[in-house]
């Protein structure tokens, strides 16, 4: 023990709300085992719920504010805890009544204060090393047990296709039995003990059923596979499929009384039986028929009216349903098609995502008798299952914190809200909240309304409805703020299910309106620079002249001299920084109300509303934008239009400005210029050129 890498030291929980005791115990312990602390029971049971499958022991005192020892064990005997992880109960507390209840709530060992440090350590080692044990053989046997299980799945399933593949159909059926047959004997179960049906019945029929129509080797092929309609003595050949694969049962050499075999035998021989006395090999009639045959063959029946056969189409799932209930497929147990209705539900999706293999609800059922044995102290979860579910917490934990998202999780018993650790920290509370209703500081978080709301939505949800969300103020930061809640209403796996709580996430309104703005901005402005698109900026000027068409406006129409040598010399990496350097300047030299804006390439535009003076103002901005960015000269040249008054649309001044830019770069470039009437004619004389030439 001395020697163990302290990479894979046993860790021990220590809790006890007297600091003194924690330390020497902590020294009589810690150079072996890590050890953790808690206070008081509510932190023992927040450090469980998170690490319960790293944690070796738990050193437990009674006596303890929030919540005593006697309650953690009760929440760990809750939630199973205690058939993983053993408890030693150290107190002052002699009472024989006190020390009888410790053990009968799970612990393994009491220990009296004060104590002596060797017998502590002692039965410390021994505690953790017999657990330790007991972990590694009860892996292997629950591995066994899962193998086992598995190959006779296989063999069973092996032979049953076989049956289906010379019978000419799909292996699916052999599965859609085991499942349809499954699904009615869970409602039966349920729903009546006339029965006297047991978990373990339902299981052996379930397996069973896959043999249902072995006899059918005996029967030759052409009758078999044959695509229309039997004659009188082909169909009594067909028939004898049922007593054939009974006697082959029968005569087996061994394995006589086992019930897997028993319950074949009866399904085998009488599936084809029916309730009013019609059936065959042997008329049997009501119960006289056992009721593993009596759902093999409603089973039977409904799997064949689903699916294609050589000499029929399938019908849908609600005709074949109908058809069974309005007696068209023969007389059948009046309870059996009362389950038949009340499943066909779920009957219908099990076969949708039906695959070959260890099936789900098998896999169920080997976690059921597992976790049966180990209520009986006979099994305990395998150390390999535990680094599973460590696993899938700790990448829980890793996704809550990156989506930075307050997720929770709600269970109705015993009361509690668990947050994730991210979530915690954002709303200033802790992870686990014992009787959240009960907690004024948690209570103080949640706006009016919020917890009705929730409970409302839980206990209206249904178990195909489970999902639910509403709107609610949460205290974050110290402000109440709107939120939105989206849930999950969480249901166990019996039937009928039975409510157990919540998961869901709050999304904060006002973050989520942020990322809409976010978006929203992505579609009006430019990505590069961020100032406002082309098409952005023309709708806001239309909008403005529209609005105001005797307004005093200017636009601006600007280039930058000499760009393409900065992305021929430089790279368009460079490039686009200087472009993002011009934005940077033309943003500040530009009030927040006016409009500056990227046309494309080197291209912007502003424009402004002006009241007097707006030489000084287009001067100002002209050289505002000058200078250098890094090596590279800014040069502009800026072309000005006005509408002083005149009602021009954005058109008229777009072109204006248009044409005062074009006189700046015929003079050369670097300077501004505002326009007037003797530009049209400047233009038409270069075009008129421009066109003399192309001739």
Known sequence: MGNKDTRSRYKVLIVDDSEM????????????????????????????????????????????????????????????????????????????????????LGVVDYIS????????????????????????????????????????????????QIVEFRNGESGMHVLHIHLITEILLKQLFQKTGKYHLTPEDITLISMASALHDIGKIAIPGEI??????????????????????????????????????QRAYEICRWHHERYDGRGYPDGLKGDEIPISAQIVALADV?????????????????VAVEMILDGECGVFNPLLLECLQE??????????????????????????????????????????????????????????????????????????????????????????????????SFMSLLGDG?????????HEAKPKNSVFRFQGELKVRGEFRWHQIICQAMWSSEEPPKLLGAIGKVVDIHDEHMRMIHLEQTATHDGLTGLFNHASSEFIIRERLRLNPQGKFALFMLDLDYFKSANDEHGHIFG?????????????????EDVAGRVGGDEFLVFITYTSDLPSVADRIYHSLLGYYEHFRISISMGIAVSDGEGLDYETLLHRADQALYSVKRAGRGQYHFYDPSMEEMFDEERQKETETDE
């Not at 309609?229 to 050949?237: A, D, F, I, S, V």
């Not at 694969?245 to 061994?254: D, N, V």
């Not at 799997?303 to 609600?318: C, I, N, P, Q, T």
């Open 21 to 104: 005791n924690r330390s020497i115990l902590a020294d009589i312990l810690g150079d072996e085992y890590d050890i953790i602390e808690a206070e008081n029971g509510e932190e023992a049971i927040a450090v469980l719920q998170k690490r319960v499958a790293e944690i070796s022991l738990v050193l437990l005192d009674i006596v303890m504010p929030k919540m005593d020892g006697f309650e953690v064990l009760v929440m760990m005997n809750k939630f199973q805890w205690i058939d993983e992880v053993p408890a030693i109960m150290i107190s002052a507390e002699s009472a024989p009544a006190a020390i009888e209840r410790a053990f009968d």
């Open 450 to 458: 919020v917890v009705r709301q929730f409970s409302e939505n839980l």
């Open 302 to 318: 409904y799997d064949a009216l689903v699916s294609e056969r050589v000499y029929k189409r399938a019908f849908s799932h609600e």
């Open 576 to 592: 686009d920084h200087v472009l993002q350097y011009v934005a940077s300047k033309l943003r500040e030299s530009v009030r927040e």
């Open 224 to 261: 078999l596979n044959k695509p229309g309609k039997l004659t009188r003595e082909e169909y009594k050949t067909m028939k004898t499929h049922a007593a054939v694969g009974a006697s082959m049962l029968e005569e087996l050499p061994f394995h006589q009384n086992e019930p897997l075999v």
């Open 343 to 440: 499943c066909a539900d779920k009957i219908e999706d099990s076969l949708e995502t039906a695959t070959f293999g260890s099936t789900a609800s098998e896999q169920r059922e080997i976690r059921k008798i597992t976790e049966e044995m180990m209520r009986r102290d006979e099994l305990a979860a395998s150390e390999r299952t535990l680094r599973l579910l460590e696993h899938e917490r700790t990448k829980y934990r890793f996704y809550a914190s990156m989506s930075q998202e307050v997720q929770f999780e709600y269970a109705l018993d015993p009361p509690m809200i668990t947050l994730s650790e991210w979530g915690a920290a954002h709303m200033g509370t802790k992870e686990i909240i014992m009787n959240p209703l009960n907690d004024e």
């Open 113 to 160: 204060r004060p104590f002596d440090a060797a017998i502590v350590h002692r039965r410390v080692v021994n505690t953790i090393l017999l657990y330790a044990k007991q972990k590694k053989l009860i892996g292997m046997v629950t591995d066994q047990i899962y193998e086992k299980e598995k190959q006779s799945r296989l063999m069973i399933d092996i032979l049953s």
